[in-house]
């Protein structure tokens, strides 16, 4: 039996265990999130080398929502650089709910770039450089990262940004204390753009095996990000990919992830695969409840998390000692 083989048959008993589960509640604060079927759940895990394994609804299109922001976090950390980035967004985890309205108080930034406050800062900095090429420029980044065309659903643009009041007031409380310039509207319909791009799960494993592949393409062989690009971005993703629960995810899980209030989950194990999961209903933290239980399975049973026994750690140290 080959390896793959076997990791379909854990995916397929995975995927199988958690399918009844009827936990939690779709989004509706943006209104046609609300519109997803809650029974959807779907499954992807593609490695470095470009092969994938599937279970359940993979190619059913969803908006990327926040896994969107470790992927343009990236792309600015690439224009601009790590000290440029690191003025406009902190690397701290905030503890507190993604849409929280509040800024670092001891630097007067948003906390990190996983929340919204970050994101929307982030996008700002790329707004600054493309104006109204943003959006084409991140479209264009998602294709290149799924090996798709990647576009947008203007229903789901539209019905955010007629429901983005708490967004709308962290992108004015950034431009009041200075490193947030105008235009801010533009900025924040960039910032809603880039989370109502469609993807799948299966696009979306192929986009997390760019950041476990250093950041060169699984398939396509492109150098998307730098090494220390993608160390930067998975760094963030360990600490603050899971918004006020990433302490615990990183006890039972241990693996770089972001979430979307889509439904989507999005996990790199580094060097080996990326796991794309799709399942619309969310527990109280705006995470979805099948994908997550799901990703804790696949770790428990693959042996994933970064601290586990058998994770040898540094190959430059072992040349030092035995
Ligand atoms: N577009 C969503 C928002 O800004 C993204 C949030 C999320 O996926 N957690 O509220």
Redesign the pocket.
Known sequence: MSELTLLQGLVDSVHEKHKENQEGAVAT??PALAEADPDAFGIAITTIDNKTVTAGDVDSAF?I???SKPFVYGLALEEFGIEAVGRHVGSEPSGES??SIELNPDTGLPFNPMI?AG?ISVVGMLYDALADKTGDRILRLFSELSGSDIRIDESIFES?MTT?A??RALAYLMQSTGFFNAPVEEKLAS??SQ??AMVTARELSIMAATLANIGTHPSSGNAVYSPLTVRQVLSMMFTCGM?DYAGRWALDVGLPAK????GCLMAVVNRQIGIGIWSPRLDGY?NSVRAIAACRDLTEELGLHAFEFSNRGSSILSMYIK
């Open positions: 604060y943006i908006s929502q926040s896994v993604f849409n919204n994101a955010e983005a708490r967004n910032y809603v989370c109502s918004y979430s979307g209030v889509s705006g």
